[in-house]
Structure formats: C-alpha cells, structure tokens
C-alpha cells in the first residue's frame, strides 16, 4: 500500500515539472516574439522618422553633391603610361623542371636569379627610385601637348606641376617661415651641375616629386617589368615612361656588361703591345736582311735564325691576342641583355584621375549618412542636453 502511494507522489511531481518547464519555454517564446516585435517597430519608428525628414536629407546630399563637384573639378588631371618589358633570361637564370613550377605556384620562380648577377628584376624597382636615377632625368628634355613649352624635366616639375587649392592653403604657413628663415638655396649657383650627393631643398623635392610619379613593378611569376608615369600632360607622361624605360635598360646593360667591357679593354691593350712588338721584330729582321745579304758566315747565319724566331714568335703572340679580343667582344654580346617591349608607351587619351563620378557619388554617400547620424542621434542629443541646463537653469 505504501509503495503505491510513493510511486503516485513521484508520479505528480513528475507532471508538475514537466508542466513548469512547458510553461517556461512558452514564456521564453513570448518573450522572443515581444523583442523581435520591439525591433520591428524601432525600425519601422526610424525609417517613418527619416522620411518625415526627407526634404533635408535632400539638402544636405545636395550640399554634398556640389562639394564633391567642387573637390573634383579642383584636383588638376593627371594622365598615366605604362609600359611592359620582359628581360631576358640566360639558361643559368631559369629554373626548370618541376621545381620552377612550384617555385611559381609561389610567387618566386620567374624573377628568381642565380650566380654573381646582383640586379635582378626584383631589384629594378629600387633603380627607379633610386636618387641617381631620378637625378640623371632632370635634364631630360620634354615638350607639352599644345607644343607650346619646350623646358627639361627639372623646369616643368618647378614651374608646371599644379596642385589643388587646399595644397596651397596648406603649405601656405611654411612658406612664411621659409621666408622670414635663411635657406641654403639663396646661395646656390642656378648653373652649377646636380650633384645627386649633396641636393639642395628644391633639387630634393624634385626628387620626391618624381618618386611618387614614376614606379616600377615585377611580377615575380612572369618577370615582366611594369614602368608607370604619371604626369599632368599626356605627352610628357609618355615622353617619360619612354626615356626611364631607356634608361633603366642602359643601366642593367653597364651593370651586366661591365666586366665582360673591362676584360674587352685590357685584350686590345695586350693586342696593340703584341702587335708593335711583332711590327717592330719584323723590321729588325728584314733590316738585318738587307744589310747582310749574301754573307755565308755562321755568326751571320745563326743571327738571322735568330730574328727570324723572334718575328716568329712575336706573330704568334699577336695572332693569339686577336683571338682574344674576338672572344672578348663575343663575351659582351653574350652579356648584353635583350629586353621584350610587351606593351610600348603610347600618349594616354583619357585621364587616369581624378575620378570625378566616384569623388561625386563618395561625397554625397557621406551627406546621407551624416544627415541621418544628425537626425536619428546628433539633433536629439542636442535638444536633449539643452532641456537639462534649461531645467537646472529653473533650478538655481
């Protein structure tokens, strides 16, 4: 009887939980519902805000239109050239089989050099860049599009290069200062050649200037060169990216053919002694010749064996010193590098900034996010904070 009784008891409570539980989870989903009913209608309240407000949202992205319009009419043009090299690549350069394949799928197979070359196309960057580099294009001569100006690189990024409003505004407090400070420029010579060891302070914003206009990439799967010039004159920009891409190849070809030049000068040294020496023993024979001709004697006889020998030897030497310089000018062929035009610099039509759709469209983007930060949040807590000082204001 009583374990009846204790299974019955066990049994209700068993109900009763399940039945609190029940109840728990349907509170729960109510509850959910009652949030997600909230959000809703937050939502819904904020949108209905904003569209009774839509006339100055309007306004301000109206405001926003005519300053991007503003901002991008002010930026001055600047046109961009690129050109593609390829370098050549000698056998000892390359990496075959499926170990460069790999060393590709990786990004490092196709530019990767091997033995004494040190300039390899990965480094052809930093050459662009370079203060000597930049240096030696001052005096590169180029010509506008109107064909109006004809001045040197130097001139044009002096006089030429135009820079927004705001620049000048900008710059304008450290003008002053460089006007009531002394400057070391006051003493320059204007003739005295660029020494790119010592520049002075335009000379060096010059440099700067070309730095962030010229640059040059690698893509170290294909090894091909990418030189970009950016100028704001399509004619100049053109004229430009053609003489880096000139330039940068007469400095690898110095580079690579420097020892092959060096070995090439000293066999024609060699060539031109062996050859007055052969010039000179020939003649000593063939006066001998004339001088003792007839005579029998063995004195005489063992002398012009002599001469001859020496003649004899003296054209060999000179023989195997020409040979030499043939194998020497074949050695600065071999090491001079042949480079691939992939893509030649052509004058650009249209100008690579500024992007005046983007600048408008940025501009008024941020209007309409402003005006709806100010409605939704700024003017509230604005009116908010005045109602307190208001309210303590009443106090005192």
């Known amino acids: 009887m009583h374990k009846v009784m204790a299974n019955k008891d066990n ?10 539980t029940t109840i728990a989870d349907n509170n729960k989903f109510q509850t959910g519902e009652a949030e997600d009913e909230e959000q809703e209608i937050d939502l819904l309240e904020l949108a209905m805000k904003l569209w009774n407000r839509k006339k100055e949202i309007c306004i301000w992205c109206f405001i926003g239109a005519i300053l991007g319009i503003i901002i991008a ?30 060393a590709a799928m990786v990004g490092i197979g196709g530019a990767t050099q091997s033995g004494s070359d040190a300039v390899n196309p990965t480094l052809y960057p930093d050459v662009v860049k370079s203060v000597p580099f930049l240096v030696g294009l001052f005096n590169v001569p180029v010509e506008d599009i109107e064909g109006r100006k004809k001045i040197t690189l130097k001139e044009y990024m002096e006089d030429d290069i135009r820079s927004p409003w705001w620049s000048a505004v900008k710059s304008l407090p450290f003008k002053l200062i460089g006007l009531i400070t002394s400057s070391n420029d006051k003493d320059a010579d204007p003739n005295k050649p660029t020494d790119s060891f010592q520049l002075t302070k335009k000379e060096d914003a010059i440099v700067e200037g070309l730095r962030s206009r010229i640059s040059a990439s690698v893509d170290t799967k294909t090894a091909v060169i990418t030189i970009s010039v950016l100028m704001q004159d399509p004619l100049i920009s053109a004229t430009l990216a053609d003489t880096v891409v000139n330039r940068l190849q007469e400095y690898i070809t110095d580079y690579r053919t420097n020892k092959a030049r060096k070995d ?40 012009r064996e002599r001469l001859q020998n020496e003649a004899t030897l003296a054209f060999n030497l000179y023989n195997q010193t020409s040979q030499q310089v043939q194998l020497a000018k074949a050695k600065v062929q071999e090491n001079t590098p042949v480079y691939a035009i992939v893509s030649p610099p052509t004058v650009p039509i249209k100008p690579s900034a500024p992007r005046k759709m983007i600048i408008l469209v940025g501009f008024v983007f941020l209007a309409f996010v402003a005006s709806c930060a100010w409605i939704l949040y700024g003017k509230p807590l604005m009116e908010e904070m005045k109602k307190k000082k208001d309210e303590e204001a009443e106090k005192k």
Do not use: C, W
């Open 11 to 20: 049994n209700e409570k068993e109900d009763d939980i399940e039945l609190r």
């Open 73 to 102: 009419f002010s930026i001055p043009r600047e046109y961009t050239t690129d050109v593609k090299l390829a370098p050549e690549l000698g056998s000892n350069q390359k990496m075959s089989g499926s170990l460069g394949a790999m």
């Open 264 to 303: 090439l000068e000293y066999a024609e040294m060699l060539n031109k002694e062996a050859k007055d020496n052969y010039y000179k023993a020939q003649q000593k024979y063939a006066d001998y010749l004339d001088r003792n001709n007839g005579l029998i004697i063995h004195s005489a006889m063992t002398t």
